[in-house]
């Protein structure tokens, strides 16, 4: 009995040393969230890359002033599938299956030609140097940068997968139960705190009707509309979203409505402001404002523009640390579409 007793104090201690001396392995590895990135990855393999990248962004910015939205959006849905692994950008992969860019909860995703633009200057300056999964978190990083904010430093070091399925792509929809959507996010290890600042960048760009023409036309069975929309607003939601079969198929999907109807282009904490009025288009944004778990930091992030942008700039190189490819995993890419 008492040798019992010894043995499994000892298997209990062993086992004890053995999770302290694995557990830095594996995150050394990448495995963790401390993750083996580092700001500056590049700067003797390819001092200019975040310059290059910077540049091309910035030109492509001033033709299309929306550029930072879709930025934004690529980046964070190629994090929250698998992880931050530009396997968003993959065309095939050798099983064949469609890939996630083919998934529904990836509609109307684009910037794709850009990200090809930057990665063949990069071949040109420094081969098969710099992965895709990083060129698109500089990118972003870009898109905040145009967008108003402060340039946040964005550790490096990401490498590519080599595979990409649409089955892959759990992102939650904007009709998802917000326990769901908690869950979700907390599985990806970002808090619910983290995901009330990163909506913030809700505040730029714009969403189809066919995410929130349901509010406005067919809500419930008792409410045709959806009563936490201002009714102001939703008026005129409706003239940029007529209601179904009173436009041409074609032209109704192509709608689409800016989030932030006052400063559209500018990355701000209008977006918390709007919340509180009722002035959102996403049900799943709309919520934050009335379940108790969030209302209060709305309310602190509505009246702290300084606040929101140190949180969300923190919350960006988070959401970017989430799963990534280290050290002698995946690849580093020649063609951001191809595994090499
Ligand atoms: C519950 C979580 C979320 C849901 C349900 C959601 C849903 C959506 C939807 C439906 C759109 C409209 C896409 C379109 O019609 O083109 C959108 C756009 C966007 N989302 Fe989210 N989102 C979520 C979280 C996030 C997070 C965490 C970020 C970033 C850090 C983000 C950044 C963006 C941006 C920047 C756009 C604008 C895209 C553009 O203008 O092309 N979203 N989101
Ligand atoms: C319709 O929505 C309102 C507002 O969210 C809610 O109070 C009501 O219970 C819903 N009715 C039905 C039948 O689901
Ligand atoms: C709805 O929007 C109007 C016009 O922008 C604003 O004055 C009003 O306060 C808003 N209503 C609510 C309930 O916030």
Known sequence: MRRLMIIETIIFTLSIVIVVIIAPCTEAAGKGLGNGLNVGFYSRSCPNVEKIVADIVSEANRQDPKLPGALIRLFSHDCFVKGCDASILLETTRSKEPVEKKAQGNDFIRGFELI?????????????????????????????????????????????????????????????????????????????????????????????????????????????????????????????????????????????????????????????LNLLQGKTLLQSDQIMVSDPRTSALVKTLASDSEAWSRRFAKAMIKMGRTNVLTRDEGEIRKNCRTFN
Do not use: M, W
């Not at 930057?118 to 060129?135: F, G, M, N, W």
């Not at 983290?194 to 419930?220: K, M, Q, T």
């Not at 409505?257 to 990355?267: E, R």
């Open 116 to 272: 090809d633009e930057i990665k063949a200057r990069l071949e040109q300056e420094c081969p098969q140097t710099v992965s895709c999964a990083d060129i698109l978190a500089f990118a972003a990083r870009e898109a905040v940068f145009l967008a108003g904010l402060p340039r946040h430093k964005v550790p490096a070091g990401r490498r590519d997968s080599r595979t990409s399925r649409a089955s892959d792509v759990g992102l939650p929809a904007p009709t998802t139960p917000f326990n769901d959507i908690i869950d979700f996010f907390t599985r990806k290890g970002i808090t619910l705190d983290e995901l009330v600042v990163l909506s913030g960048a809700h505040s730029i760009g714009v969403a189809h009707c066919s995410f929130f023409d349901y509010r406005l036309y067919n809500f419930n069975t008792s409410q045709p509309q959806d009563p936490a929309l201002n009714s102001t607003y939703a008026a005129d939601l409706s003239t940029k979203c007529p209601k179904q079969n009173t436009l041409p198929a074609d032209e109704a999907k192509k709608r689409a409505v800016d989030f932030d109807p006052t400063t559209p282009l500018v990355l701000d904490n209008n977006f918390y």
